[in-house]
């Protein structure tokens, strides 16, 4: 029988190493490090912060915009950003070059060795258009279209370079527009331009494709990186589907939604026949617009709940692929959240187990310390094989103040994932607590708005939670205002 052992030895392997068997040991438990990843949004980058310097950035490349930004300040910088802000009505202050700088060199401490970089949209300032026409009073369209080229171009050089040699994903926001906020128009020469910067550290092989489909809708799909095992990042242009969007012309386009949609499936059930899992990213998360419901006068069973989007064909589009999807990822809200997305219309999977159907959502908290938070980004650890986020820290800090962790996800909450059966068990124990007494639930009001000690979300904790897990309206008012 001795000399069958190297022969049962080398059946044993061949089984091993059979790709269905490789994927089930993976699946079972992690055996290899978690892969680490830099989940950044809302970046909110102020090019007008010291107005003086305005013109000389309009005439230069953007490869001499560090140091004209970082040469001193204008005489009257304050006084001239102060008069801006307010001619323009805006609210609070952006990111600042100085705080870009400071937030990059925070990236490349606290996240040395990651092996991509997500960034879930908003690049530009609030009012930046109203800023640069009030700087430039008459300039031409193709100019202000250059300059607003040129600045994402400049942001999307500085994450390259918090992470050099690894690719980074990038999605639009509502503000990344060269024709307004909320505004833009698909197969647009400024997608066809924006393409080439959002694509620059796309592996060869795949950045054509993706370059076709960011100038056609602002959305591709592509593989993340090794060491990940065969997945499938989707961004998606979801500001198209906002009710507040229209084309650079002012009118709404219900083509142009309905294209995206059914660019969007087919891109998952391609993934799913290809036996690939799926994150998808967007700008602006499916569901209830929380702000805005709870904030009303009436208190939100007094009206109907504000949606982020123009309606909930997004939401249902993922939720009905579950099985495929393992994690979302938006910015946008400038919080630090968490969503459940489930298919609502099929019914709750019960309260344990694994949940096929659900997708659990994280909410990127900004670097922008526009709503009176800390600017703040997040590492990531995931499962190469599963493709499921395990945990992560948020990182904050500002010019003034040293960044560092201000909390571990597993660490706050006692989990050992941020897979859809965890997400809910945490979702549950929230609706258990109406209060918000409990050590999960102040966990949650802490962080939620980074590096603020006031617990707003407290004042309406009930209710919030039922937006976590119900993303269309009727589900949300069920939650909310009969308690189911």
Known sequence: ???????????????????????????????????????????????????????????????????????????HRRIDFDALQVSCHARGNDTSYGLLASSI???????????????????????????????FPHAQPSEYSSFVEKTILFVMEQLESAAPRVPVYATLGNNDSDCGDYRGDAHSAFLKSTALTMTRTFPRHERPAALRSFSANGSYSIALPAPMRPTRLI???????????????????????????????????????????????????????????????????GHRPTLLLSSGK???????????????????????????????AAGRQGTSGERDGDIPVKIVPSISPVNGNEPSFTVAQVDAASATLLNYQVIAGDQGKPWAETY??????????????????LVEKFAADPNGKSHDSREYIHNFLTGSSLPLLSLVWPQYVCTLAHQSAAGFTECACTGK
Do not use: N
């Open 1 to 75: 029988m001795e000399h069958l052992r190297p022969l049962a030895m080398r059946i044993a392997m061949a089984l091993l190493l059979a790709p269905g068997a490789v994927a089930a040991s993976a699946e079972a438990a992690p055996q290899s490090p978690p892969v680490r990843a830099v989940f950044v949004s809302d970046i909110h980058f102020e090019p007008f912060w010291d107005p003086g310097k305005a013109a000389r950035l309009a005439a230069a490349p953007e490869s001499k915009w560090t140091a004209i930004l970082g040469s001193p300040e204008s005489p």
């Open 235 to 301: 961004v998606v242009d979801d500001v198209t589907l906002s009710a507040k969007h229209t084309t650079c012309g002012g009118r709404r386009d219900a083509v142009d939604q309905q294209d995206l949609l059914a660019w969007l499936t087919s891109q998952i059930k391609q993934a799913g026949a290809e036996k690939q899992k799926v994150w998808i990213m967007g700008h602006i998360p499916p569901g209830i617009d929380a702000y805005a419901t709870l904030a009303h006068i009436t208190g939100a069973c």
């Open 105 to 135: 060199g925070a990236m490349r401490a606290h996240a040395a060795g990651v092996a991509f970089v997500l960034m879930s949209g908003d690049l530009l300032a609030h009012s930046f258009d109203c800023k640069y026409h009030t700087l």
């Open 314 to 344: 997004f939401a249902e589009t993922l939720a009905g692929a579950g099985d495929v999807i393992k994690l979302a990822i938006f910015g946008h809200t400038h919080e630090d959240e968490i969503e459940l997305l489930q298919d609502e």
């Open 408 to 425: 571990d996800f597993a660490k706050a909450y006692g989990t050992d994932s941020f897979s859809a059966d965890s997400v809910a068990r």
